[in-house]
């Protein structure tokens, strides 16, 4: 995740403190997706996020309630905007422990499954957490995922998901959740390494993945519309604004990646990629329901935002602004929604792990409930020893430290 450059700054947060007790029955998920053809204009979710790839949720784990430890528990959320140094350090090895010899981050330390958007995510927060406190393992780690990234990348610089067979030998799955979306958080991930590495170093690790970056690119054009929007992957032809975002971030990061590579002018092409993705996100802005159409068929079917539901309306709006996507004018009445509608993103119990809402709340300046949401996240992590539906995603969000102030 990466905001636009004219918002990704960090500070620290204050700390804020808040008691919850829940029991220890795990509440049913508010975060449903449903499914049908991206040209019927009923309901649709975003392709293959639920796909059950393990009990108790998908092989990338997002929306998943978590189960508390058995019996009744109070906990007081530690309400802060970053991780301590402790946990920071514990989020970075446990990522670590998911990667496997080739580079790949995993999604779990199982390492059963790959999906490459998680990895990127993962990566980013290590290189972040890197940045940050000067650990070479860390960015190291990070670079490996780009390069296994960039080096699998097909002819159309397409990577697909890979899971482990009996004998945990890595096959491609031959699909992905998303075109644009994998290759935008690969292309976030590269800026966040490169600003992390020394500057003597720089220009030699930025070579290493030049070619993935094209092919990153290509990736995007490929899938992307002449309004500038761009389909989840060539056979699902649906608009997600999740996926925007993603893009969107991408393609910023990618135009001053061009530029450091000595390509001004592919740089100035993907700024304006990025900006078209802005201007078309803003006309999918509904007075109506005072949120985004979260989703786009095809047909031209707009599907409208139902602040009953946490997934995939709510956390697509949340989506949007955490990416940067969302003017100041409206960003704040959005979050003040998501307060209000879904007090449940405090605890990972009932909502699952969402610490992007943490840095949407960021954006807007509203300090202390990001330290809530990212509390929530850490004291359960701790509680449940990162149990299953934390995954390395999870951990590299909460580590990002581009937020905005």
Do not use: C
């Amino acid at each position: 995740m990466r905001h636009s450059s004219r918002v990704v700054r960090s500070v620290a947060l204050s700390v804020a403190t808040a008691t919850f007790v829940v029991t220890g029955t795990a509440v049913a998920a508010s975060a449903q997706a449903a499914t049908s053809s991206s040209s019927s204009p009923s309901r649709v979710g975003v392709s293959g996020r639920f796909a059950g790839n393990r009990a108790g949720g998908d092989a990338a784990g997002r929306g998943r309630p978590v189960a508390p430890p058995s019996g009744t528990w109070s906990r007081v959320p530690r309400a802060v905007g970053k991780l301590s140094t402790a946990d920071a350090a514990e989020a970075a090895a446990w990522i670590r422990s998911a990667q496997l010899p080739d580079g790949a981050i995993a999604t779990f330390p199982d390492q059963e499954h790959v999906r490459p958007n998680v990895g990127n995510q993962a990566a980013q927060g290590l290189a972040d957490y890197a940045h940050r406190t000067g650990d070479a393992d860390a960015l190291d780690a990070a670079w490996a995922q780009l390069r296994w990234y960039a080096t699998h990348e097909d002819a159309d610089g397409v990577v697909t998901d890979y899971d482990a067979d009996a004998d945990g030998v890595m096959i491609s799955s031959g699909d992905l959740d998303s075109t644009s979306g994998y290759a935008g958080t690969f292309l976030a991930a590269v800026e966040s390494a490169y600003d992390a590495t020394p500057a003597r170093q720089r220009a030699a690790r930025l070579a290493e993945v030049a070619p993935g970056i094209d092919g990153a690119l290509r990736a995007i054009a490929a899938v992307t519309r002449p309004d500038g929007l761009t389909y989840t992957k060539p056979s699902w032809k649906v608009v997600y604004l999740m996926r925007q975002a993603e893009a969107y971030a991408g393609l910023d990061s990618a135009a001053r990646l061009l530029r450091a590579l000595g390509r001004p002018r592919d740089g100035v092409a993907a700024a304006k990629a990025a900006d078209r993705i802005v201007t078309a996100v803003d006309g999918l802005w509904n007075p109506g329901t005072g949120g985004y159409d979260w989703a786009v068929h095809e047909s031209g079917f707009r599907q409208a935002t139902d602040w009953d539901n946490l997934y995939s309306d709510g956390i697509a709006n949340i989506w949007a602004v955490a990416y940067g996507l969302v003017p100041a004018r409206r960003a704040a009445a959005v979050m003040a929604t998501v307060t209000q509608r879904f007090p449940q993103l405090l605890d990972p119990t009932q909502a699952g792990y969402w610490p992007e809402a943490a840095v949407a709340y960021r954006h807007v300046n509203n300090r202390a409930q990001a330290a809530l949401v990212l509390g929530g996240v850490t004291t359960l992590v701790a509680a449940t020893d990162h149990a299953w539906p934390y995954t390395t995603e999870t951990a590299g969000v909460s580590l990002i430290n581009r937020l905005s102030d």
